[in-house]
């Protein structure tokens, strides 16, 4: 392949719900443009975009896939998304690094909530999005049905370049209105034959021509006043419409297909090269000090690594995009976030597993290179002479967790080392070795993103494991005012140690300040802040400690000891062992020693005093909560109300967007569990649902009752 500049560069990703057809499509258009002799097809496992082990095992999409074609002098980069939710990831991270959205759709169904889903991103991000609507030749195929959905949720914006004559088993002709002519195809699909358009679809087309060309015409004056002299425009003159309406999004084009055919893919990817923006004309990146990058190839090399892939036989593989400069074999990069010096010893543009020597890529281009040492997914390298550094990918929160732990726990470090490779190839996994829950917790995407996971570790590494129920980061708080002393004495020869502490605990909350007076069983103290700490707690929440003391009854070199020992008790709760948080702690007296006060005296003082007074503060168990957004076919919502209320879910609002409907709902964590799995089963799959951490509250009463008795029996047990 010979070596493109930046001005003869497109970047496609090719997005679209599960069953859309990305990777047929995919494969007829690597046939068509010849860097492929025959077609794979999905259900034999022998495509080019899903090539991995784990993707032949089931039959669905795991990893975005780069290739390359060329066209009509142009270099298609195209990045093959996964069309699941639990897989989003890629669909998140092609969507940056790209600059126009293919979105497939499925004749059959029409605009899904994984429609939905990636058009919200390729929205977020403002990238020119053309619709694909695909299977036109299966039996229940409705390209009619399924323009009118687009238009009713994307509104007049969605503008059909191209309908079929006949849908399901008859599709073999397409009237395509910007070029005004029929094509035709044979059984076999590929090369059509260009026909004048029948006198039968005249009518039809031309209303659709009309609206085509008043679409391409409104996104430029100078069209406009062309438009409104001549009445019409040229085809070049469409084509100039159609690619500034795609760089305003204000034309979102409708083209037809069948890619398991191979019907319509030649004409697809003829108007992607004639209608796609270049990278030259896209709107251009910054880096993380907020400086526009020019995509210049004369300039220092900076290429930023979206993505990496372990393969047997090679290792490590990692794709970029050159942000600016030009990028040479034999170059010396360094890694803007680890520091360490790279070698590009080859580049490669990639079609899948198939990979092709190149010399060099030209900024906006995508390629690979192999085995550089110490490169991770999200690190921009640099030429000597600039800093770029790119942080631009905002990758979907979690929604699924599970403890994870190797079957011999013998095996537990290799387990680590292989969690940390499978997440520098997928940064949606999320890796935590929790010391609070005593579990590694693997959170991601969905049910089948971990069913993956599991399949690959097992089969690929060998290596056996299991997935356990995560347990829950309880917090615990005190809801009232209490009082407690304690003194530590021991003497048993040569020095002794001696420390006593009296401290009130209470509830913090942010502005209510100490109070002056204290009562307790009709004893009244009176409280003089001398010094307030406000401690941020890593788990969370505060603890502020206030010295009171008066008259020197506590010297203050003790304080921190003090302190300590609160903190100390502070990280194993007395109610389940939990963290507890939000304490406001004043010690307003004690007493001490001259020569057997030290600060192991006054920790192990404070520490029990302050166990003993959050005993008697009402002590009560949080639950973390989060907000939960789920996006469902309006079919369904009577029953995905019920569920989330037997999740003891506060509903906190319901409405429409863009054909989907939305619960809005504030969740504990505990009830999230099977969440993914439930909601697929209750919806057969046409849901999404988004999570955040939103706040720490209160338990119910009756589940505080049961989690004590579940962490005592879990006490006795530990004794036996």
């Known amino acids: 392949m010979k070596v493109y500049q930046t001005n003869e560069i497109k970047n496609i990703a090719i997005i679209g719900g599960s069953g859309s057809g990305k990777t047929t499509l995919s494969e007829a258009m690597l046939y068509e443009s010849g860097v492929i002799k025959r077609r794979g097809s999905v259900d034999n496992g022998n495509t080019v975009c899903d090539y991995f082990p784990v993707e032949k095992e089931y039959g669905y999409s795991v990893f975005s896939t780069i290739f390359s074609v060329e066209w009509n002098n142009k270099k298609l980069n195209f990045i093959d998304t996964p069309g699941s939710d639990d897989f989003a990831g890629g669909a998140v991270s092609a969507l940056h690094v790209t600059d126009t959205a293919l979105m497939v759709l499925n004749a059959q169904y029409g605009v899904e909530v994984g429609t939905i889903n990636l058009f919200r991103y390729a929205e977020n991000l403002h990238k020119p999005l053309i619709f694909l609507i695909n299977q036109l030749d299966k039996e229940n195929a409705d390209f009619d049905k399924v323009l009118v959905q687009l238009k009713e949720t994307y509104g007049n914006k969605v503008v059909a370049v191209q309908y079929p004559v006949h849908t399901g088993q008859h599709f073999h002709q397409m009237i395509d209105v910007l070029k005004m002519k029929m094509y035709q195809w044979k059984p076999e699909g590929g ?41 019409s425009l040229t085809e070049d003159e469409m084509r100039e419409g159609i690619r500034k309406g795609l760089l305003l999004r204000g034309m979102f084009p409708v083209i037809c297909a069948s890619a398991g055919k191979d019907m319509g893919v030649r004409r697809l990817m003829e108007f992607i090269g004639n209608n796609v923006p270049t990278v030259k004309e896209m709107p251009l990146y910054k880096n993380t000090e907020g400086k526009e990058i020019k995509v210049d190839p004369t300039l220092p090399a900076s290429i930023f690594v979206f993505k990496t892939t372990v393969e047997p036989h090679i290792g490590r593989v990692s794709y970029f995009k050159v942000m600016s ?22 580049l490669f543009v990639v079609a899948g597993q198939n990979r092709m020597e190149v010399s060099e890529l030209s900024a906006g ?3 690979a290179t192999v085995k550089l040492k110490d490169v991770q997914t999200g690190n921009t390298l640099n030429a000597k002479g600039v800093d770029n550094k790119f942080d631009f990918i905002v990758y979907p929160n979690s929604k699924y967790r599970r403890a994870i732990k190797a079957v011999n726990e013998a095996d537990s470090e290799k387990l680590m080392e292989i969690l940390n490779r499978m997440r520098a190839e997928d940064p949606t996994w999320v890796v935590e070795q929790s010391k609070e829950l005593k579990q590694v917790i693997l959170s991601g995407q969905g049910e089948f993103h971990l069913k993956t996971l599991k399949w690959r570790i097992e089969n690929n590494d060998k290596l056996m494991i299991e997935f356990l129920e995560p347990k829950i980061p309880y917090r615990e708080t005190i809801t009232k005012a209490a009082r407690a002393d304690y003194r530590h004495k021991k003497q048993s020869g040569g020095a002794g140690q001696f420390g006593e502490v009296h401290l009130i605990v209470e509830p913090y909350q942010e502005g209510v300040p100490v109070s002056e007076v204290y009562r307790f069983n009709g004893q009244e103290f009176k409280i003089q802040a001398r010094d307030i700490q406000e401690i941020s707690l890593e788990w969370g929440g505060k603890l502020v400690f206030v010295n009171a003391i008066v008259g020197g009854s506590i010297d203050a070199r003790f304080l921190p000891a003090i302190l300590k020992g609160i903190m100390g008790r502070m990280e194993q709760g007395p109610l389940t062992g939990s963290y507890a948080r939000d304490v406001r702690v004043i010690v307003y007296d004690g007493k001490m020693h001259p020569v057997d006060s030290n600060e192991i005296s006054f920790m192990l003082a404070g520490r029990n005093a302050f166990s003993e007074a959050f005993k008697n503060a009402g002590p009560k168990i949080l639950e973390p909560i989060y907000d939960v957004e789920v996006s469902l076919p309006s079919e369904y919502m009577g029953d995905a109300m019920g569920d989330l209320q037997g999740r003891r879910a506060m509903i906190m609002g319901m409405n429409s967007e863009k054909g989907y409907e939305k619960i809005i709902a504030k969740v504990p964590l505990k009830e999230m569990s099977n969440y993914s799995t439930s909601l697929s089963s209750i919806t057969g799959g046409r849901a999404s649902f988004t999570m955040k951490f939103a706040s720490y509250e209160l338990v119910p009463t009756d589940v505080q009752e049961k989690l004590l008795k579940e962490y005592e029996a879990q006490q006795e047990t530990e004794k036996d």
């Open 325 to 346: 400069g030009t990028v040479k074999i034999g170059d010396d990069l360094l890694n803007e976030d680890r520091g360490s010096k790279e070698r590009i010893s080859q």
């Open 191 to 231: 090369v059509p034959g260009i026909l004048d358009i029948p006198a039968s679809e005249i009518k039809k087309a031309e209303e659709l021509h009309n609206i085509l060309v008043e679409a391409a015409a409104e996104n430029d004056e100078v069209l406009m006043e062309k438009y409104f002299e001549a009445g």
């Open 365 to 367: 281009d995508i390629g």
